[in-house]
């Protein structure tokens, strides 16, 4: 079984930056599409973007031009770099193979306020 380790989260400032990492253990992960999605306090979670096993990427409109999605498959590893924040971003922050086909991580945090 999978196991997902997100981090880098914190508090930021509106306009502020953050970079998400999430490491994956297991075999195979250079296969995989790869996606990040996040749950805000009272709603449901929401696909963020995903990033094939190339570099064709994915993004909802709200994160196009403000979120970029790679990964590194030497790393088993995935990102998100997370620019321009808002306070509408703040959520818990998941990766997972899209689709949600393995089981959840902790996610990490990500609040924007002033």
């Known amino acids: 079984q999978v196991q997902l380790v997100e981090s880098g989260g914190g508090l930021v400032q509106p306009g502020g930056s953050l970079r998400l990492s999430c490491a994956a253990s297991g075999s195979g992960f250079s296969r995989y599409v790869m996606a990040w999605y996040r749950q805000a306090p009272g709603k449901q979670r929401e696909l963020v973007a995903t990033i094939a096993t190339g570099t064709s990427t994915y993004y909802v409109d709200s994160m196009k031009g403000r979120f970029t999605i790679s990964r590194d498959n030497a790393k088993n590893t995935v990102y998100l770099q997370m620019n321009s924040l808002k306070p509408e971003d703040t959520a818990v922050y998941y990766c997972?193979?899209?689709?949600?086909?393995?089981?959840w991580g902790q996610g990490t945090q990500v609040t924007v306020s002033s």
């Open positions: 997972n193979r899209a689709g949600a086909l393995w089981s």
